[in-house]
């Protein structure tokens, strides 16, 4: 998708990604009974900031390449493996969710795994942004869409589409905590975030929300990798590569961690995920009032998993400018990475008194 706020579809960046090699992707596919265009070549699908996506024909019709990003890989991110599992099931029950239908494991065809994706098109708000005639009515509106299509995510039965092993929901918060406990240590750029880290760290150690049923989980839901129709609905989720099982109170804290509102410091604006702190945006304690209303679900351990998102975000930040900084993307976007992830490892630790 592109810088742009609104794209018509996942909008074509010119050539495919370099070093494609696309007869061996016609190979590999013609063993199982796909027929790649090789002449039609791969368009680059620009706009996101970590899988890389082209598009390509198959059997005919249009389709999405999808592969992990150049460089090393944080643990558990950019799955084709695990993306492809859910989006060849899920939308049996989760029609907002495009289906692939075909994962390659074998580094031999272009080095890395990929996978084919069902190709949609719709609208793309990006960044904080809006498009034109976007008023503060539509932006509450679409509060509103954001929050009912994560409940509806989290209404789908894993058994019913085959992901009922899914994932490990048991230990789930401790496990999650204690990871981006380590990561953060790993990369923590100067001493007093890595002293931010420890504080932030202990206090999730010392809490154990109370265990919600597991429910699928998108782990990266926000507003730019929704698709939108011509009405503003939210018609499709991309970017599943980090789905999995578990409490469904971790999606609600992510999509939380990315809503910047009016009276946020300057780190939160920087972020610049989402224009929630637009005039007709819900604020953050209403976002979560709406998701209680929808599910029926408690949020009285609501604070201990917005804490642990939003410090899982500032960690990713800051693992992104390092990956930027080896070389391994080139991308100009990652030079204030790590500074602005320090900022939300601040930020987080500043939020643990504070309410929504």
């Given at each position: 998708m592109s810088q742009s706020p609104?794209?018509?579809?996942?909008?074509?960046?010119?050539?495919?990604?370099?070093?494609?090699?696309?007869?061996a992707v016609a190979a590999h596919l013609a063993l199982h009974g796909l027929a790649l265009d090789v002449a039609a070549g791969a368009v680059r699908l620009s706009g996101g900031l970590s899988n890389l996506n082209d598009l390509v024909s198959v059997n005919g019709s249009k389709a999405v390449?999808?592969?992990?990003?150049?460089?090393?890989?944080?643990?558990?991110?950019?799955?084709?493996?695990?993306?492809?599992?859910?989006?060849?099931r899920l939308g049996e029950a989760f029609p907002q969710a495009p289906?692939?239908?075909?994962?390659?494991?074998?580094?031999?065809?272009i080095?890395?795994?990929?996978?084919?994706?069902?190709?949609?098109?719709?609208?793309?708000?990006?960044?904080?942004?809006?498009?034109?005639?976007?008023?503060?009515?539509?932006?509450?509106?679409?509060?509103?869409?954001?929050?009912?299509?994560?409940?509806?995510?989290?209404?789908?039965?894993?058994?019913?589409v085959g992901l009922g092993d899914f994932g490990r929901p048991d230990g789930f918060y401790a496990r999650t905590a204690a990871g981006w406990q380590r990561r953060g240590s790993q990369v923590a750029p100067d001493a007093q975030t890595q002293a931010a880290v420890d504080r932030i760290g202990?206090?999730?150690?010392?809490?154990?929300?109370?265990v919600l049923a597991p429910?699928?989980?998108?782990?990266?839901?926000?507003?730019?990798?929704?698709?939108?129709?011509?009405?503003g609905r939210i018609t499709t989720v991309l970017d599943w590569d980090m789905g999995t099982r578990g409490d469904p109170s971790m999606d609600l804290a992510t999509l939380l961690s990315y809503w910047a509102e009016p009276g946020d410091p300057d780190c939160m604006h920087r972020l610049a995920q989402m224009p929630t702190a637009r005039e007709g945006f819900l604020r953050r304690a209403e976002v979560a009032d709406a998701y209680a209303a929808a599910t029926g679900?408690?949020?009285?351990?609501?604070?201990?998993?917005?804490?642990?998102?939003?410090?899982k975000l500032g960690i990713v930040f800051i693992q992104l400018h390092r990956n930027w900084a080896s070389g391994s993307v080139g991308d100009e976007r990652y030079a204030g990475f790590s500074r602005l992830g320090a900022d939300l490892v601040d930020f987080t630790l500043a939020s643990i008194d504070r309410p929504l």
């Open positions: 609104v794209d018509e579809t996942l909008t074509a960046d010119g050539a495919g990604t370099p070093g494609l090699d696309l007869r390449l999808r592969r992990p990003p150049m460089g090393p890989l944080p643990p558990g991110a950019h799955d084709m493996r695990r993306e492809h599992r859910i989006l060849s289906r692939s239908f075909h994962l390659c494991e074998e580094i031999s065809v080095g890395v795994p990929f996978q084919l994706l069902e190709y949609r098109t719709g609208l793309s708000i990006r960044g904080d942004r809006l498009p034109t005639g976007f008023d503060a009515a539509a932006c509450r509106l679409l509060s509103h869409r954001l929050v009912e299509t994560l409940a509806a995510l989290h209404a789908v039965d894993p058994s019913r202990a206090w999730l150690s010392r809490r154990e929300p109370a429910t699928l989980l998108h782990s990266d839901f926000k507003l730019d990798n929704c698709m939108l129709d011509g009405d679900r408690p949020l009285h351990d609501l604070q201990a998993w917005r804490i642990l998102a939003l410090f």
